[in-house]
């Protein structure tokens, strides 16, 4: 155990959608390979989308114009 956030990096996903297959995909990766996929991999596969902030801006000041 490690109390160094510098040197160990901690990411903690609230994923309560999720079923079970997505975290066993991650952690057969993890047993089999001893790494963890890519943050792009796991956003994948666990259903996880991220909006651009400029996609996110284009809503807002739709939204404050009445379109």
């Known amino acids: 155990m490690s109390t160094s956030y510098k040197y160990n990096a901690v ?10 297959d997505g975290i066993i995909t991650v952690f057969e990766q993890y047993v089999l390979k001893h790494t963890l996929p890519s943050r ?3 956003h994948k596969i666990l259903h996880l989308t991220r909006n ?6 284009k809503i807002k000041i739709k ?3 009445g379109r």
């Open 40 to 42: 792009e991999k796991v």
């Open 63 to 65: 939204k404050l114009l």
């Open 52 to 57: 651009r902030f400029s996609d996110i801006l």
């Open 11 to 20: 990411s903690v996903l609230h994923v309560p959608n999720e079923k079970e």
